[in-house]
């Protein structure tokens, strides 16, 4: 599986506006090309975007990506045109290679309230999955990306390209509690039921049954004892877990870890390229805007990874990545 963007920018792209720019998708399209043109042969499965929400919303929104923007209309804006370069880069590559399989990572937090008898909080929840997951699979297959959160915006566009994919990348974590809360700046607080040391290295809670709930936000969001039916209301094609574990420098550190049944056919290895989230993730190297060089081994798997700001303009150069 090669993976076309995960987080990863050329500096001059990011410096002409990067997804911001109307014409983002097809300049990612013309990228595209290229590289089907000198690796079709050799790659199955095809990721256009990988997470698109993630790097919206951290990016334009709450400011932890690069460029560091807290701007809800900006990371709209963003999204949507991440979804509209999947279409782009989607129609390109089944144009050079019909017989390719492409696909988009959706990362999926399950979004809960904390407070069930608290209605604005589960609303809030609501809300959330709604425009933070849910969205990425409506727009895969409807071609309509609907976004909207009282407070935060909206946003709403018809690429009238329904089913431009072939499979939909799961990456599931964790889930998140959010209670409303009208005197801060983002009208919503982030809750914890558990204690620190229960959380892991990211802060995030262990929370295995949610990948049954996010499968079932794709597969069948109705019906919970269909939830993992692949022949369902909203798609029949293919779900691979692409990203799914826990950050855990210190195993084990009182994060109960329970014997779960296996739930789905396929999990693919990290890629090199999914190694910078790995990064992030651990806390040793965090997000800065000055020029840095980093070359790292990683058994069998070698990547350079060239000047810039991690993680947005990294450029990861494909033969610097052996083996993988």
């Known amino acids: 599986m090669l993976y076309l963007h995960h987080f990863t920018n050329?500096?001059?792209?990011?410096?002409?506006?990067?997804?911001?720019?109307?014409?983002?998708?097809?300049?990612?399209?013309?990228?595209t090309s290229k590289v089907v043109e000198r690796l079709g042969s050799k790659v199955r499965l095809w990721s256009t975007i990988n997470e698109?929400?993630?790097y919206a919303v951290e990016g334009y929104y709450r400011g932890t990506f690069p460029p560091g923007l807290r701007d809800s209309g900006r990371a709209i804006v963003v999204f949507r045109n991440l979804l509209r370069a999947h279409t782009a880069c989607y129609r390109v590559i089944k144009n050079l290679r019909p017989d390719a399989q492409i696909g988009l990572l959706a990362n999926i937090f399950v979004f809960v309230s904390p407070q069930p008898w608290n209605l604005l909080d589960v609303m809030l929840a609501h809300f959330l999955n709604n425009a933070f997951s849910v969205s990425v699979v409506d727009?895969?297959?409807?071609?309509?990306?609907?976004?909207?959160?009282?407070?935060?915006?909206?946003?709403?566009?018809?690429?009238?390209?329904?089913?431009?994919?072939?499979?939909?990348?799961?990456?599931?974590?964790?889930?998140?509690?959010?209670?409303?809360?009208?005197?801060?700046?983002?009208?919503?607080?982030?809750?914890?039921?558990?204690?620190?040391?229960?959380l892991t290295d990211k802060g995030w809670e262990n929370y295995p049954e949610g990948l049954y709930r996010a499968l079932r936000m794709i597969s069948y969001p109705e019906g919970l004892y269909r939830a993992l039916r692949m022949i369902s209301s909203r798609t029949a094609k293919p779900i691979f877990i692409t990203e799914n574990g826990i950050a855990d420098d210190s195993l084990p550190k009182g994060i109960p870890v329970p014997q779960a049944k296996p739930l789905v056919l396929r999990s693919r290895r990290w890629t090199c390229v999914t190694r910078s989230a790995l990064l992030n993730s651990t806390g040793r190297y965090t997000a800065s805007h000055e020029p840095t060089r980093i070359v790292e081994t990683t058994g069998d798997n070698v990547c350079r990874r060239t000047a810039g700001s991690f993680p947005s303009v990294w450029e990861v150069r494909a033969h610097d990545c052996r083996d993988r």
């Open 139 to 198: 727009y895969l297959t409807t071609g309509v990306f609907d976004f909207s959160i009282p407070g935060v915006g909206s946003g709403h566009y018809d690429s009238g390209v329904p089913e431009a994919f072939d499979f939909v990348g799961l990456n599931y974590y964790s889930r998140l509690l959010y209670h409303v809360d009208p005197f801060t700046e983002e009208k919503m607080v982030e809750v914890h039921r558990l204690p620190r040391e229960e």
């Open 52 to 54: 698109p929400n993630i």
């Open 10 to 31: 050329p500096i001059w792209f990011d410096q002409k506006g990067g997804f911001e720019r109307d014409d983002s998708p097809e300049i990612l399209a013309r990228f």
